[in-house]
């Protein structure tokens, strides 16, 4: 993991100082809310309906047991004992007063962490596949970029006033789980003769104009990425559209320009690039910041553990557990396991002081002190040996954090929706929670198998509906809380938008619905392998819509 | 509505004359980008000294011809939001190699000002920030990850500076 040096905790020392001034300005009156909003914003600090919510920047999804473990602190001494990881990758608390606030930035400082650009028209954490580093399918580590590209995009002087809000994601597998297909910017790392490069794509996004990003260059190498993302955020800045806020991410202006002529002028502005506005990225530099990213300290082992064999011949709990959450490991011997943040009837993605403090524990005693938090609001210990799996199951068990359900039907994506949010039109957390009361039966959710249901409770699509495989927006009708189905939407590399199926339903009508699509599935199925979103792709939306609306 | 630059709070010599105003004979004057290309041979032979004032939307390359005639140039920020004058800067100073004075004009933050200070302006005329404050506001920062137009070395590079 990446430690921080002189300059790097200089950066965050005074950013630190530099809020809390900010924020005495504000408490004293010295400065107006108006005047306050785009400070507070550049750092991560939002009016919600009933209090200052902080976000924590959780760089590429990594974190540490020492930082793990300041997260739980900041959640027992400053929020009301939880915090609730994103599908950014980050953590965000509901409960923090203000004041408080420079006082949780310093403790922060002093793991490394902190807030910068966490909101605002600025560009925003990088993120990356939760596996980065572990999983078998990745042709080389995607962080150490990621580390570059935050770097580089801190406090960068031009690009802190965007027309909007900037979101890149980075990742070097095949199988894209960083879903960099809807990201303003998406990054997949490719080789090509010896040198290593990025395939970049841009004006992905959800929200109200759910678009898949175009390909403006099949591969730009790595001594001229940080320059090639230069050029894309200047033409973005002086010509994204500032008159109307939901057509003013870049999505809009690569659509309305067209992904030609906007990689044209992307392409113009590259080369008009003079040596003295390169920023020349020594080597010495990306070989430093790559060292960090070091594999970890693996011993030889077998492909296949006796423990590991017998504990799962003799808990069937954790025989399920381990078929469902875990992920294939690049080192023999070793696996990546979820620890779901989705309990039946639990808030999505939240977690608790002391669930905290298991998972640091966790990682620093059985995990090469490494903890990611990914997309789908989950957790990850990226390198744990076969030979300790029980053990951890056990003491996650004990923790409530063994939910056996990584990427089924009850593992969804939820926004915080109209219970926390002043954006909200409906509710989300009970939807979700009504759903998964409907699948908590283990054999029926397994017999469904992989399936991403993905809520949002208002159209800025936070709960990323529009490429749930099922995906629900919540809507308001007159006051009354309505819900959209779409079907076959997907992030990953064959990324798509769902198709809304029919007219909104309203709240209770929403598990029943879900229930019959999942059954309709299941009859139409060529066998149990055929994924969902596959049979989706295959026989499209009629079937389903048939057999919701056709009593009607 | 003060002006400061270098340090210092400054008198302002210069007069904007909004687009369709009368040229006054005299003194220093800053025009809109739109007045200045309709007959730039011109103006830029009158007897006194001209500048511009660039509104968001203005390519600062339409200036190239005659960025050394020019004493001032203006960028406008009519809402802090709008950030499209930073790229403007950064083009005048790094691309376009404009030496001049470059002012920031319009709705100017305290908090903006390093931003500023770092895409190439060198004087900020605003009303949301005393001297004290913007003097302030230019020391919070003592090291910077990317190169911009203050000619600071960045700490990708710093890092393997010889000692």
Known sequence: MYRYDEFDAKIVKDRVDQFRGQVERRLSGEILEDEFKPLRLQNGVYLQLHAYMLRVAIPYGQLNAARMRKLSKIARDYDRGYGHMTTRQNIQYNWVALKDIPDVLEELAEVEMHAIQTSGNCIRNVTSDHFAGATKDEIMDPRPWCEIIRQWSTFHPEFAFLPRKFKIAVTAAEHDRAAIRVHDIGLHMRQRDGVVGFEVHVGGGQGRTPIIAAMVNEFVPESEILDYLEAIMRVYNRFGRRDNKYKARIKILVTETGPEEFTRLVEAEYAAQQASEKIALLQAEIDRIHAYFAPPAFEDK?????????????????????????????????????ISLKPIAGLAGDATDSQMAVMAHLAETYAFDDIRVTHAQNVVLPHVALDDLYTVYRELDAAGLATANESLITDMIVCPG????????????PVGQEIQKVFSDPAYEQDIGKLHINISGCINACGHHHVGHIGILGVDRKGEEYYQISLGGRADEKAAVGQIIGKALRHEEVPGAVKTIVDTYRDLRTSADEKFIDAVERVGVEPFQEAIYASE | MPLIKNGAEIEDSWTFIEEGAELPSSGCISLP???????????LARNQQIGVRLAPADDPHELTPFLDRIALIEIDFPKYADGRGFSQAQLLRRRLGYTGELRAVGEVLRDQILYMNRSGFDAYQTSRADLPNVMKALDEYSAYYQPAADGQTSVFSRRHAKA
């Open chain 1, 302 to 338: 077998a492909e296949t553990s006796d423990a590991f064999e017998r504990a799962k011949a003799a808990d069937p709990a954790f025989a399920n557990w381990a078929k469902i959450n875990l992920h294939p490991h690049k080192q023999p011997g070793y696996t990546s396991i979820t």
């Open chain 1, 418 to 429: 109209l219970d926390y949010c002043n954006l909200a039109n409906a509710r989300s957390i």
């Open chain 2, 33 to 43: 980008l739109a007045k200045l290309i309709e007959d730039p041979d011109t103006i």
